[in-house]
């Protein structure tokens, strides 16, 4: 250890070190910035019509994830998802006309129904992923329990117990990854993620399952209940499009991972209130 700085390196080799972390953050974005235009460059008509074949993009926005979505000032979409469309809208060239839904499955069962969508903003699940295809994720949220302040249950693998009731809200992301794990407790249906907590209260369920973060401000007003530590799941929030548009997904993949590369969802979750969303890493290409 150096005595004289007190364990810390000499001010010039800590001035080296912020140089060289300026410079590498500095290309990163250059790269960021240079791959963008790359692909503003790059959009043919071809790739337009497998976007989108109307020739407006026709995005699904779901309320019911308040982390992804919420209703701006002027009542028009705003959040992370909104801010994705309209940017891959400008990067089209072409008007981008939103339609919005109150839960994830109603934007599920609208892929194939009589109003189309041509992107949406879905967390990756197998269930849906025989009807969408998916983007490597761009945001990673919590899957979390609460219970009442006064319930046996302290930690997530007691949940999954004969006779242990779970609301949460149907067809959700969490619902789907229950279906699938839960092989004794019980769910109890909500027919919205927001609804689920109101299942709790009016039938008394032992546990709500839901995303960390309405969670969180739930239980900063109400002393009677608690969040159970860590989390049940991770949820991947991804860019979703209708199955068999190669084109488009292709195009999709490498927007995305742009838009983490260079801040773009970072400072759009920021704007909308929701720091404690974690940008997705990287994806490893094959």
Not at 69 to 76: M, W
Not at 159 to 188: C, F, M, Q, W
Not at 254 to 267: I, L, N, P, Q
Request: hydrophobic residues 45%.
């Amino acid at each position: 250890m150096n005595a004289k700085h007190g364990g810390r390196p000499p001010a010039g080799r800590r001035l080296a070190r912020r140089v060289t972390g300026a410079v590498l953050w500095g290309t990163l974005s250059l790269l960021a910035a240079c791959e963008g235009k790359a692909m503003a460059e790059d959009v043919s008509p071809a790739l337009v019509r497998a976007m989108a074949p109307t020739g407006t993009l026709r995005a699904a926005i779901n309320y019911g994830n308040i982390v992804l979505a919420q209703k701006g000032a002027d009542g028009e979409p705003a959040g992370i998802s909104a801010d994705l469309a309209r940017e891959l809208g400008r990067r089209l060239k072409i008007p981008v006309a939103f339609t919005t839904y109150d839960t994830a499955g109603k934007v599920v069962e609208a892929v194939g129904g009589a109003h189309p969508w041509d992107v949406a903003f879905l967390a990756i699940d197998p269930q849906r992923a025989q009807t969408i295809a998916f983007t490597a994720p761009y945001v990673i949220i919590e899957g979390a329990y609460m219970v009442p302040a006064v319930s046996p249950i302290t930690q997530n693998d007691q949940v999954d117990r004969p006779g242990v009731r779970i609301a949460v809200g149907r067809n959700t992301a969490y619902d789907l990854y229950l279906s699938r794990h839960l092989k004794n407790a019980e769910r109890v249906f909500a027919p919205r993620s927001a609804a689920a907590l109101d299942v709790f209260r009016r039938d008394h369920t032992d546990v709500v399952a839901s995303v960390r973060q309405p969670l969180e401000v739930y239980a900063r007003d109400h002393a009677d209940v608690r969040i159970l530590p860590g989390r049940f799941m991770a949820i991947e929030q991804a860019v979703a499009l209708p199955a068999g548009r190669p084109e488009a997904q292709a195009y999709l993949d490498r927007f995305v991972e742009e838009m983490k590369a260079s801040g773009f969802v970072a400072d759009a979750l920021a704007k909308s209130g929701q720091p404690d969303a974690t940008v997705a890493p990287k994806a490893e290409r094959p």
